[in-house]
């Protein structure tokens, strides 16, 4: 049928580039008079979007536990995922790495009914794909399967989140395999950057950079896992964001059946540890005499996302360094100079601790200095002058336009608005977005930028050839890293053993 | 009673394949030769927009290595409508700019040529270059200034920016070269004007500074990873005379060498109608797409000659090749064996014997890592490429093991695989597994896009339509005859990868001194421990006399020395006693 389609379409186009072959329709082939010469006199149809509501989707099932569901019959494939209220910020001192250990061995250990190797074996068989991890602030687990065993699956599923069995050859594997990985923490430049960037950021103590070590991963039992499990994995800490070919009664039915008999606890996790760290503005550096190409991140603490300038903040970020070539960092690091191949800046906005803005880019050894220039310019003049109209309206008309884009399948509805009833965010947020960006002025746009881009506050971070980076460009001697310092000084963090994170002390 | 329940399901789910997977295409061909393939599919009102060009390093030769991937960012760099206030002055200097840099290029090279006879130590280094090359390059810095104030900057960017567009990029590989986007529904016609006008009137602006770009691409990702510039090495050792060989970002010598002019007739030759196929997924109305397609891709003219496929085929390999490297990794094998292109039949049942060796329940997590203990992971896959094919196992030793032990344990996966056929159930498995990924890579529009652009490339994009039951065709006994016809030790290449000791924790005694002075410092160590007491305080009494007369900032190396000189002599003394 479909065969028959395209034959016709083929032969209706033959008839046309016979058309073609005259010499008048050649030249109008070059010189179409409906080619407007430029695009912006392109004429285009009004689009009007208006975004699914969060109470179309919202179910709250008889144990009183949230459930978003949005059906899409196009293919035959559930996808189930699940929002817990746990993390690893409530890893104890000592104990770094047990959250994260929890979630995957949730997965990998079996379950009280089920060895391991069974429950793999099932979960492949049903070609399911299952799993389970914690992050910082939250527990996510998830099933992805064919329609017609969703019964099957949805078995499995629970049985790990209720039951996990903690194989304890499991256990041994997987501490293994972290402490071979944690060996080679000082093997790129990039894990460097991130892990110096966030001790820089927040501190040495706080919850997002404690790491595990060797004694710490020593130290977790499964009995550790069993109580962590124990504490955190009931239903009264989950949300549910449900997608696909199913029938919405029908699947809370399915889910209701399976929390049958399982206590739901209201009781509220301790709260998310404040950040009491202050940054030490000043440029640091972690020597990697292998490597021909410095890392190079500046920046400091950001918002909170409730802040009411954090739209005008977006829309100045996405005109800094945000918004790909169009940025000013990237047009004229990249651009411009041929310095680097990445180079761009983020504004992000906490939910629970103010977020960090973080200008980032990589440049070889000799122009790593004239890139650090070029940057910490940018970011001055942004917090001087106005930006222009035309900048303001390609930031503001993409971030109308590309709106829609967050709700473009039915896993993304159902994740988004899970995601915002796990965080609390107002549901009005999505309504009014679109008409908050509107609202950005260019004067917005200045007012912020000198309010929260903090120069006297940069941190900067560059990791590689410190020795290369120093000596610069022959050609270009005005660059130097030096001169980037207020201090007048260039600290050296050295790398610390990579198993127990302790940092060797200077004589 | 498990396993019967199993193979029934075995058998629905065999049914339901069969019936299931067909993703309902629309092809249009239009007289130039370009082709375009369009899904329309309900959801977000966004369009998933893409071309690809059947053109990847596979076509380049030596000397333009990396031509197409630096192609590849000079399509974002405008055309002579978009990008520039005044294009014939903009074309003007551009003519001026390349003789610049062709009389530069002869400076270069002479340059390489005295470095090559050993007359002077560095091509690259500045004091080399002669009056005249310094005077080039300056003037090249006025033509690419003057060029910047011609120039309307990034508007390729923006106008995409501005009207919605999102995820705007573009890849090359091996054998292809893929540009896409999404954008807002109501904006088709802006993707047709965009598009249509960067492949007939390209202009390759800021070409030379795109280069540095691409160069601190391939530093990004080869040089300053852990194991970039081995994997680039084995790769190349792997392949003896196919085009495979070079890397996709390029060798660095071609990448600076590489001139305008020889990627305009790359591009004439490339990237005409006839070697392009586009593909549109989402919301969408066909009739107005094909409509918009003639109007603008009608005016692209066919390209001077047909483009060839790549003549240079791979010799058979005769002989096992062996690299072993010292990188800051952990300490692992690769196993590679020469195999099939894409498409061939035994390219179907390599796919399946890889995914039986892999994963959670694959042959290898099972055998190697969960009960011998002497990996702490390990895969396989089959890479069928459009001229050639490789088979690739790979595995991470346990602490305690050497990569050499597990090779030799995953040779005998491999032996089980040549000896025995495999069990019904364990194949079903997998052929489950291809049935459900099916479904799964066509969920999303984007995804979908790129997937029938990149058949399209090579076979055709309704083999989406008719691979699946190649897949689920594949029987115990074809495994076992690909394993005994691919898997043989004289068309093998293996990679071993020890652990180089990392940087680790710096020595306190050492901090303070330069790169290069803690290099010196290590090299004296190891003469010292060759030392005796007599020589050692005689080298002690010399340094001391040195180090009054060496600057300030020497010192503190002196002191370093001298206090290793000391604990030395103090050991060497003590264990006489």
Sequence with gaps: MNKRKTHKLLSAFLGLALLALSPVSLLAQTQDPTIPAHPRDLKYTQLTYTPPKREQYRHVLSNGVVAYLVEDHDLPLVNVSTLVRTGSYLDPVGKEGLAALTGSQMRAGGTTSKTAEEFDEAADFLAASISSSIGPLQGNAGVNLLAKDVDNGLGLYFDMLKNPRFQEERIKLAKSQLLQNMERRNDSTTGIEDREWNRLIYGANHFSTRQSTKPSIDSITREDMLAFHQKYYQPGGFIFAVSGDFNTKDMIAKLEAAMKGWPVSKAPLPEVPKMPYTSVAGVYTVNKADVNQGRVSIGHVGIMRDNPDSYAIGIMNDILGGGGFTSRITSRVRSDEGLAYSAGSSFSFGTYNPGVFRASFQSKNPTTSQALDIMVEEINKMRAGKVSAEELETAKNQAIEVFPRNFATASQVAGIFAQDEFTKRPADYWSTYRDRIRAVTIDDVQRVAAKYLQPDKLVVLVVGNIDEITKGNPDKPQYSLLKIAKDGQIHRIPLPDPLTLVYPTAP | ?577
């Design chain 2, 1 to 577: 009673m498990k396993k019967i329940s199993l193979s029934l399901l075995a058998l629905l789910l065999c049914a339901f394949v069969a019936a299931a997977q067909k993703v309902p295409v629309q092809e249009v061909v239009l007289d130039n030769g370009m082709r375009l393939l369009l899904v329309p599919r309900k959801g977000d009102p966004n369009i998933a927009a893409g071309w690809v060009a059947r053109v990847g390093s596979v076509n380049e030769h030596p000397g333009i290595t990396g031509l197409s991937h630096l192609f590849e960012h000079m399509m974002f760099k405008g055309t002579k409508t978009i990008g520039t206030s005044n294009i014939d002055e903009n074309l003007k200097l551009m003519k001026e700019m390349d003789d610049v840099r062709a009389q530069i290029r002869q400076e270069q090279q002479s340059l390489i040529l005295k470095a090559r006879l050993g007359e002077i130590t560095d091509a690259k280094d500045p004091k080399f270059r002669s009056e005249r090359y310094q005077g080039l390059l300056t003037r090249f810095d006025e033509l690419t200034k003057r060029e910047k104030e011609l120039m309307i900057k990034d508007e390729f960017d923006r106008v995409y920016t501005t009207a919605g567009g999102s995820g705007m990029n573009a890849g090359t590989s091996n054998d292809f070269t893929v540009y896409f986007i999404n954008v807002p529904a109501n904006k088709l016609e802006l993707w047709f004007w965009m598009e249509s006008d960067r492949l007939r009137n390209p202009v390759f602006r800021e070409f030379y500074s795109e280069r540095d770009v691409v160069h601190e691409e391939r530093r990004l990702r080869t040089d300053s990873t852990p194991t970039g510039k081995f994997d680039e090495q084995f790769d190349s050792m792997f392949w003896q005379s196919s085009p495979y060989g070079w890397p996709v970002v390029g060798w660095p010598s071609d990448l600076e060498g590489i001139t305008r002019e020889e990627a305009l007739d790359y591009f004439a030759v490339n990237y005409a109608p006839n070697n392009l196929t586009a593909c549109l997924v989402g919301d969408i109305d066909p009739a107005r797409a094909k409509e918009l397609a003639q109007k603008y891709f009608g005016r692209l003219s066919r390209g001077p000659r047909v483009p060839e496929p790549v003549r240079t085929a791979e010799m058979p390999q005769l002989a096992e090749k062996r690299m072993v490297a010292y990188a800051e990794t952990v300490p692992q094998v690769r196993i590679r064996y020469h195999t099939v292109a894409e498409g061939h039949p035994d390219d179907f049942v390599l796919d399946i014997l890889a995914s039986l060796l892999s994963g959670r329940t694959g042959r290898l997590y099972k055998s190697l890592v969960l009960q011998q203990g002497i990996a702490n992971s390990a895969g396989a896959g089959e890479d069928g490429r459009k001229y050639e094919g490789l088979f690739e196992l790979n595995a991470v030793a346990k602490p305690g093991k050497t990569p050499e032990e597990v090779e030799q344990a995953l040779y005998k996966e491999i032996e089980r695989m040549q000896k025995d056929l495999v069990d019904a159930n364990e194949l079903q498995k997998v052929k489950n597994q291809y049935a459900a990924g099916a479904f799964r890579s066509i969920q999303s529009n984007f995804g979908l896009m790129v997937q029938l652009l990149l058949r399209d490339n090579t076979r055709g994009w309704s083999t989406i339509n008719s691979d699946p039951a190649h897949h689920q065709a594949v029987t115990p006994e074809d495994i076992r005859r690909v394993a005994n016809t691919y898997f043989k030790p004289e068309n093998r290449t293996i990679a071993i990868y020890n652990t180089k000791k990392a940087a680790g924790p710096e020595d306190p005694a050492l901090a303070g001194l330069t790169d290069q002075e803690k290099e010196q410092v290590g090299r004296m160590k190891g003469m010292l421990a060759q030392a005796k007491p007599e020589q050692l305080k005689a080298f002690l009494a010399q340094l001391e006399q040195q180090a009054g007369s060496a600057p300030a900032e020497k010192q503190k190396f002196f002191q370093v020395v001298k206090k290793m000189l000391e604990d030395r002599i103090k050991q060497l003394e003590g264990g006489k006693q």
